[in-house]
């Protein structure tokens, strides 16, 4: 058999598999959750993430406090670069603030509609709401403290002083937000669907995370981030996306 061939029906099973039910209905499980304490730090939390970023300009640093790169973060740049980073910039803004949460969210959703547990849905989307606005405020309050340089100031001239002329973000570089987000809305939504027993959990798994790969990619390739932000981003957002639904609202015992 063709190797395109084989393929083909190994996708195709793999299709099947995820969108075709195995017998009696899925039997879906609730999760636990405080209505006032989840709604508050939901609010809350978002609240603190907008309002980091409408006052950047105030709250970023005007000179790096880490400066420096190294050879790992070096030859990345060098390998993955693009002739056109202005263009992956943009195109990391679609997969991870509109391919990536439309994915989470959606997915969820079609998993509980699927299983026929669609009162589920609302919870669903706050609780994966709730582990991703904590992921980012820890990662918002570690780029101003840090004031890590970004890779492309090292490209801008410097100035009749010796000086690189800066933007408000040119020194908050780690870790990285794209990638943090993305990853967190990937992993607890995955979390949450897993938790709740959604027979379509895996396919929820495997797309959110292919966004988030690529947007963590994508920041490299941009010039915005280093190597190093990304891996901290994804380490920090499936952490927090995993630990805050797996933590306070799995299902109860029995």
């Known amino acids: 058999m063709p190797i395109r061939v084989r393929v083909l029906a190994m996708v195709t099973a793999t299709c099947v598999a995820l ?6 209905s899925a039997q879906v499980r609730e999760l636990r959750w405080d209505p006032p304490v989840d709604l508050t730090t939901t609010l809350v939390g978002g609240a ?18 880490w400066c420096a790169s190294n050879a790992l973060d070096d030859g990345a740049r060098r390998a ?6 202005i263009l992956a910039d943009d195109v990391s803004d679609i997969t991870g603030f509109i391919f990536s949460p439309a994915t989470a969210f959606g997915l969820d959703a079609l998993a509980a509609w699927h299983d026929g547990a669609p009162r589920g849905i609302g919870l669903d989307a706050l ?18 403290l840090l004031a890590r340089q970004r890779p492309y100031v090292q490209a801008i001239p410097l100035d009749a002083e010796g000086r690189r002329p800066h933007v408000d973000d040119d020194f908050l570089s780690f870790f990285s937000g794209h990638t943090t987000g993305a990853f967190a809305l990937a992993a607890s939504a995955g979390t949450v669907a897993t938790m709740r027993g959604y027979r379509w959990a895996p396919a929820v798994w495997i797309a959110t995370g292919v966004f988030a790969t690529s947007t963590g990619y994508l920041r490299i390739a941009a010039d915005r981030h280093w190597l190093t932000d990304v891996l901290l981003g994804m380490i920090i957002g499936v952490g927090v996306g995993i630990a805050v639904p797996v933590l306070f609202h799995s299902p109860p015992s029995g």
């Open 127 to 144: 609780l994966i709401t709730e582990a991703t606005v904590l992921a980012l405020d820890v990662n918002q309050l570690t780029k101003i």
């Open 19 to 24: 969108t075709t039910t195995s017998g009696a």
């Open 48 to 65: 603190l993430w907008v309002a980091s970023v409408a006052l950047q300009p105030q709250l970023a640093p005007a000179t790096c406090r």
């Open 80 to 85: 993955l670069l693009w002739r056109e980073p």
